[in-house]
């Protein structure tokens, strides 16, 4: 009997055809022993992201995390961006929103440059390498890092805080013990460093939410204590770390498969970034995002009772041929100027649209161009690649390849 468990190795590794059935003959489908809704045609997807009314963002926004009634008490009760309602979450954003419009991360470029050509080097003449284990596992968290004011020595460590946060057991909704305590290590080492910042102030990005003010509807104003900003912090550390990990790793495995469209994309370099963009949707790096029903909700023939989590399967909404032509054809120029194909949302959509988007688009184009510019003839294991196995992030642990 097919079915759709986010636990399962099924889905950590190889959801396409469940997806296909999900979209054709189950597009509201329930879990009644794991206790969830989800949705997976675009349209619907599209639907649920913007309804932030009858979905909620306030309980949590993995399956797990939806199923504690502890865990929502405890967003209420501390806050974090990604598990906020407007208007507690245009005020957040606000803070935020300066540092990544496009003009500011094209000024970001040489970084990121600079960052991705140093590990490169570190390979030259390695003669074989694993693409995510020594580059797009570690270079990553060093960009968002400099970007945040993390020091250099922490933040591969804050990287593997934030991997043993996220890992899942395969049947197992809950993190394991070693999830619980990375959790615990990292936001007690952020609540130390934005102390210390509040103490002996820099000019980065956590500073700058330690003297931010966040103005209320009723005109008073209120600055962010040391937990929230800690958590602030830690959303994007682990979310510009977590996303461009698993796009590379996820792209150099897509490329391998597609030799054609690497030889495309050799042959013209301008499409590096409609590249990225296909990358995306053809492997979304989140394959879904949670959020509570509040009222109840009736899509297809099935009703979703108020108090019901509901997943919003963007990797299958990213294939679907209500979408998209050809959903199943890896096409780098897709998203091409002058062609007409819906984006994809492997960034989300509606209010909480990837804040970092425009710069997981530059590293992932970066990393692309500079990867293959070295090695054009980069060999992968196809047979080798791992997957890792995580709440609601997809793609490889291990891709090893031969330069």
């Keep these: 009997m097919t079915t759709f468990d986010p636990y ?34 675009y349209e619907d997807c599209v639907e649920v992201h913007r309804d932030h009314r009858t979905f909620t963002s306030t309980m949590g ?20 961006m990604i598990m906020t309602d407007p208007p507690d979450h245009e005020r957040l954003r606000k803070l935020v929103n300066r540092a990544f419009t496009p003009r500011r991360i094209a000024a970001w470029e040489p970084v990121v440059e600079r960052v991705v050509g ?63 305590e990375a959790t615990i290590l990292l936001f007690g080492y952020l609540q ?4 210390d910042r509040r103490a002996h102030p820099q000019d980065h990005m956590i500073d700058h939410l330690i003297a931010a003010e966040m103005v209320h509807d009723d005109g008073t104003l209120e600055r962010l204590d040391d937990v929230a900003v800690s958590r602030f912090v830690g959303l ?15 792209g150099v495995m897509t490329f391998a498969e597609h030799p054609d469209e690497l030889a495309r994309l050799q042959a013209d370099p301008s499409l590096v970034g409609p590249a990225v963009d296909e990358v995306l949707r053809w492997r979304a790096p989140s394959q879904y995002q949670g959020r509570y029903c509040r009222a109840d909700w009736a899509r297809h023939g099935v009703t979703v009772p108020a108090g019901s989590p509901m997943l ?8 679907d041929p209500r979408a998209y032509d050809e959903p199943d054809r890896f096409d ?42 070295r090695w054009p003839d980069l060999a992968v294991d196809l ?5 890792v196995h995580m709440s609601n992030v997809a793609g490889p642990s291990s891709v090893p390849v031969a330069a």
């Excluded at 890092?145 to 805080?161: F, K």
Aim: charged share 20%; proline share 5%; hydrophobic share 40%.
């Design 118 to 180: 140093g590990f490169l080097d570190a390979l030259d003449g390695a003669g074989s390498f694993d693409v995510v284990g020594d580059f797009s596992g570690p270079f990553p968290v060093e960009v968002i890092s400099e970007i945040l004011g993390i020091p250099t020595a922490d933040r591969q460590q804050v990287r593997h805080w934030t991997d043993k946060m996220l890992e899942r057991e395969v049947g197992n909704p809950f993190p394991p013990d070693a999830g619980i």
């Design 312 to 319: 919003i399967v963007t990797g299958a909404a990213n294939r």
């Design 236 to 250: 994007l550390a682990a979310a510009g770390a977590e996303t461009v990990t698993k796009l590379v790793g996820n």
């Design 61 to 80: 926004v993995t399956l797990d995390q939806l199923r504690s009634v502890e865990f929502g008490q405890a967003v209420e009760a501390v806050g974090s």
């Design 192 to 195: 130390d460093l934005v102390a």
């Design 332 to 373: 780098i120029g897709r998203f091409a100027p002058g062609r007409t194909a819906s984006m994809g949302i492997a960034f989300g959509h509606g209010i909480h649209y990837c804040i970092g988007s425009h710069l997981a688009r530059l590293e992932g184009a970066t990393a692309f161009r500079e990867l293959y510019r």
């Design 383 to 387: 047979d080798a690649i791992r997957y």
């Design 8 to 41: 399962s190795e099924t889905f950590f590794e190889d959801p396409w055809e469940t997806y296909r059935w999900m979209r054709d003959d189950a597009p509201v489908f329930h879990h009644a022993e794991l206790g969830f809704y989800a949705v997976s045609r």
